[in-house]
């Protein structure tokens, strides 16, 4: 973890009550400014000249990477893995999502019509468009070649694997551009050396047990390789995490070198996995949680799949910024002046949930979005983040009233409590407590249109 200001000011002349304390030498009238500017990274260190030499030797040890970023995949669809800097999402945020990779075999008899399925794999999730994120090819036929060349003209990011350093060496020829990540499984570090040294592209190496992969990690670094990512082989259900977790805490919290490295998890090389949709689900999900950079999927699976998209993006949303959406009204379907008005907070979840139970439900509404920090219906409720107040004030900012004939409200079901305060803040307009879950939702709006067609007539 980097430093803060008051940490390296207690190191500075001014927090040691030195006589050179202040000089002002470094440009900054106080040891406090220039501490807070360092620990910004607005201003180096050697810029004070009476920085100790254990300053010196705690601020680069501070600064020392724990988990290596690596990069691979094409120029238009590059993937960024590793980088983290803590072992727990709440103590700061993870940065770099999990890659979820689907193993292909060359030799696969099905290879084309999977291919295909992959390429077409997306799905939108609160906002955001996901798809497979990358092909582990592995190398059993002599179409090896061919079949990387199919997979990168896609613009897949590829994870090239092979026994045999001269079938590695003829593909890369071909696709190297592509920057793929590369695994040459015999674990022969000169020939791993080699093919970095000769393509420029990350590569994996692997280890059949923590201590196996610290040593072949550090005769990798001994050779000047620097764009690693470890694997881990010859596991099992029970010590998978235990592993795993070792790793990551050696590169985090002892800045460990030879571990400081994102790490690949095949399923395959769980000794118990069976394959079943299950089974790889379960495994997947705590692969993600604890702690694999990339997780290599034995089958494509749809359900599977949209299960860890749905946990990762959960997982690397930054807690300290709630997925939000902006706050303004939004017509879904053909409105017109006598569709419903609905109103929510502008938590990205809750929205797009609503959203698409409006939209099942083929009646065109607005939907409007107040103001509320990122927070769900509830929680903003019981922050005063959703009043009243706020209500009329977004409606009065955004002319809901010149949208529609009606001065119908629809509030959701569960802050029913909020009907008198809105309609003090609205007295034109008429709240309706509507559905407690949005899967209700549909159900409701029917009922109402139904009544209120009833009503006009």
């Not at 109103?343 to 009646?363: M, Q, R």
């Not at 034109?428 to 559905?435: L, T």
Request: proline share 4%; aromatic share 8%; with cysteine.
């Amino acid at each position: 973890m980097k430093l803060t200001g008051l940490q390296i000011f207690k190191y500075l002349p001014g927090g040691k009550k030195e006589l050179e304390a202040n000089c002002k030498k470094c440009g900054l009238p106080t040891c406090m400014a220039f501490a807070m500017k360092l620990a910004k990274g607005e201003i180096s260190l050697d810029k004070c000249e009476h920085a100790s030499d254990e300053l010196k030797t705690v601020f680069e040890e501070a600064c020392q990477l724990q988990q290596q970023e690596i990069v691979f995949g094409p120029k238009n669809r590059q993937l960024k893995v590793g980088n983290e800097t803590v072992m727990f999402r709440h103590d700061k945020k993870f940065v770099n999502p999990a890659c979820i990779a689907i193993k292909l075999e060359s030799s696969d008899k099905n290879f084309d019509s999977k291919l295909t399925k992959i390429k077409n794999y997306s799905v939108e999730r609160v906002g955001e468009n996901f798809s497979i994120d990358a092909i582990a090819l592995i190398d059993t036929d002599e179409t090896f070649k061919e079949k990387a060349q199919q997979i990168a003209k896609l613009e897949i990011p590829l994870i090239l694997a092979s026994n045999d350093f001269s079938s590695l060496d003829n593909v890369l020829a071909a696709v190297k551009e592509h920057n793929p990540l590369v695994y040459l499984k015999n674990n022969n570090i000169e020939a791993i050396a080699e093919i970095q040294n000769k393509y420029k592209i990350p590569v994996i190496i692997s280890g059949n047990s923590v201590e196996e992969l610290a040593n072949c990690s550090s005769s990798a670094l001994d050779k000047g390789l620097d764009n690693i990512v470890l694997n881990l082989t010859n596991l099992t259900v029970k010590n998978t995490v235990q592993n795993l977790t070792y790793i990551r805490r050696s590169a985090i919290e002892d800045k460990f070198k030879p571990l400081g490295f994102p790490v690949i998890t095949f399923q395959k090389d769980i000794e118990e996995f069976s394959g079943d949709p299950v089974e790889q689900g379960i495994l997947g999900s705590f692969l993600i949680c604890k702690y694999s950079n990339i997780v290599v999927l034995e089958e494509f699976n749809e359900a599977v799949i949209y299960a860890f998209i749905t946990l990762r993006q959960n997982i690397y949303t930054d807690p300290e910024k709630p997925l939000q959406i902006e706050s303004k009204v939004y017509p879904i379907g053909d409105t017109d002046e006598n569709s419903p008005v609905i109103v929510t907070t502008n938590f990205a979840l809750t929205y797009f949930t609503v959203a698409g139970e409006i939209e099942s439900s083929n009646i065109p509404s607005y939907l409007v979005v107040t103001p509320s920090d990122g927070m769900s219906v509830l929680t903003a409720w019981s922050a005063n983040k959703f009043n009243g107040e706020i209500i009329a004030k977004t409606f009065r900012e955004y002319g809901v009233d010149k949208l529609v004939k009606g001065r119908k409200l629809i509030i959701p079901g569960y802050v029913s409590t909020l009907k008198e305060e809105i309609e003090e803040e609205m007295p034109e307009w008429e709240v309706i407590v509507g559905a407690n879950e949005a899967v209700d939702i549909a159900d409701f709006l029917k009922q109402y249109q139904n009544n209120y067609s009833a009503l006009k007539a």
